[in-house]
């Protein structure tokens, strides 16, 4: 048996059976990184009228949040590699920004329950700006969604809005940060 010690990592603690004498390290804890996990998260918290919402960041970063519009998730990597582009010729650091896209979400356990939810909206409240991104489905394909958006570079953050108001901001944020 090695006497040295070692640091572990958060989540991960020693274990000794005594009546072996067996050691082990045991994971108590997922501590995988998600894609999801490196995305900035923006919400839009509504104020009083006539003000419009809040942007509120709720991850941390030093690096300067441009917010933009898209169309879809190709044209929001084209804005991003644009942004970071133009920077780069211009001699500075192309990782001093993080590009925010916004999305409009509605979320209900089943994809079915979304889609007749977002039908059941009156055609004012289904209107999404143009040239943004929207989302309706489940949880799990949310978070799907956010994976990919880090995962293939198409931008460095989103800026999470309830669809109509039909989804709670703070249950939306909760089922992102979700270990799922």
């Not at 048996?1 to 572990?8: A, F, I, P, Q, W």
């Not at 133009?86 to 192309?94: A, C, T, V």
């Not at 309706?136 to 880090?150: A, F, H």
Request: hydrophobic fraction near 40%.
């Amino acid at each position: 048996m090695c006497n040295d010690r070692v640091e572990l990592p958060p989540g991960i603690g020693p274990w000794h059976d005594h009546d072996t004498g067996l050691e082990a390290i045991l994971m108590t804890t997922d501590t995988r990184v998600r894609p999801r996990d490196l995305l900035r998260l923006f919400v839009d918290r509504p104020l009083p009228a006539p003000s419009a919402p809040e942007w509120h960041e709720l991850t941390r970063s030093d690096r300067v949040p441009v917010r933009i519009s898209a169309a879809d998730l190709g044209h929001a990597q084209s804005i991003r590699e644009s942004y970071r582009g133009d920077l780069e010729r211009s001699g500075k650091e192309p990782d001093s920004i993080s590009v925010i896209v916004d999305i409009a979400v509605l979320v209900e356990p089943r994809a079915r329950d979304a889609r007749r939810a977002f039908d059941a909206l009156g055609s004012h409240e289904r209107a999404i700006a143009p040239g943004s991104l929207s989302y309706v489905g489940t949880e799990s394909g949310l978070r799907g969604l956010l994976d990919d958006i880090q995962a293939a570079g198409v931008a460095d953050g989103v800026t999470i809005t309830p669809l109509a108001g039909h989804n709670d901001v703070d249950a939306l944020v909760d089922l992102i940060r979700a270990r799922q």
